[in-house]
T-cell receptor, first 112, second 113 residues
Framework: GAGVSQSPSNKVTEKGKDVELRCDPI?????LYWYRQSLGQGLEFLIYFQGNSAPDKSGLPSDRFSAERTGGSVSTLTIQRTQQEDSAVYLC??????????FGPGTRLTVL | QQQVKQSPQSLIVQKGGISIINCAYE??????FPWYQQFPGKGPALLIA?????SEKKEGRFTISFNKSAKQFSLHIMDSQPGDSATYFC????????????FGTGTRLTVIP
């Protein structure tokens, strides 16, 4: 079966522009996570969706960041008014009953 | 504040040698400790995981040693191979929490042929 997919794989944008990053989780997985990986750093938790429950947004670094998950499947992470410090790899993961998180390949965001 | 501290930052090992990566944590609410392997351009992939009720778990050449009292755990890669060259992350998940993982900063392992 297909794993977690993310698009685009690379995104270059200018400072101040908005960007949308997409995640397609593994079919049937009810939990979906967004993480950010900055150069030389570990993964930083951003937001967590579980089924139809309200998302856990405790990791979002500022109100410029938001995410939604439509129909319990595809998720979009939106960054408004991008800043250079937003440059990172954004990783999406999903998990099913077993709880193991399966990661996508990530979207590399570069803000010029 | 880094919830999970990982060392070393980088490691070079000869083929056939043992690679050892160490992690430490403070929060006793953590109850699940996975290790992830990441190759360049790929997302992290689960390698092996342990819960604090056991002191060691082995899967093939990979072993996790867990010291609950010291709040430390380590990954041992036996008979290291060039194909093991990757970045390794330890992580921890909180009991009763949101299920998100707290990651260490990663160890870049290079296995020299």
């Amino acid at each position: 079966g297909a794993g977690v997919s993310q698009s685009p794989s690379n995104k270059v944008t200018e400072k101040g522009k908005d960007v949308e990053l997409r995640c397609d989780p593994i079919s049937g997985h009810t939990a979906l996570y967004w993480y950010r990986q900055s150069l030389g750093q570990g993964l930083e938790f951003l937001i967590y969706f579980q089924g139809n429950s309200a998302p856990d947004k405790s990791g979002l670094p500022s109100d410029r960041f938001s995410a939604e998950r439509t129909g319990g499947s595809v998720s979009t992470l939106t960054i408004q008014r991008t800043q250079q410090e937003d440059s990172a790899v954004y990783l999406c993961a999903s998990s099913g009953r077993g709880g193991e998180q399966f990661f996508g390949p990530g979207t590399r965001l570069t803000v010029l | 504040q880094q919830q999970v501290k990982q060392s070393p930052q980088s490691l070079i090992v000869q083929k056939g040698g043992i690679s050892i990566i160490n992690c430490a944590y403070e929060n006793t609410a953590f109850d699940y400790f996975p290790w992830y392997q990441q190759f360049p351009g790929k997302g992290p992939a689960l390698l092996i995981a342990i819960r604090p009720d056991v002191s060691e778990k082995k899967e093939g050449r990979f072993t996790i040693s867990f010291n609950k009292s010291a709040k430390q755990f380590s990954l041992h890669i036996m008979d290291s191979q060039p194909g093991d060259s990757a970045t390794y992350f330890c992580a921890a998940r909180m009991r009763g929490g949101a299920n998100n993982l707290f990651f260490g900063t990663g160890t870049r392992l290079t296995v020299i042929p």
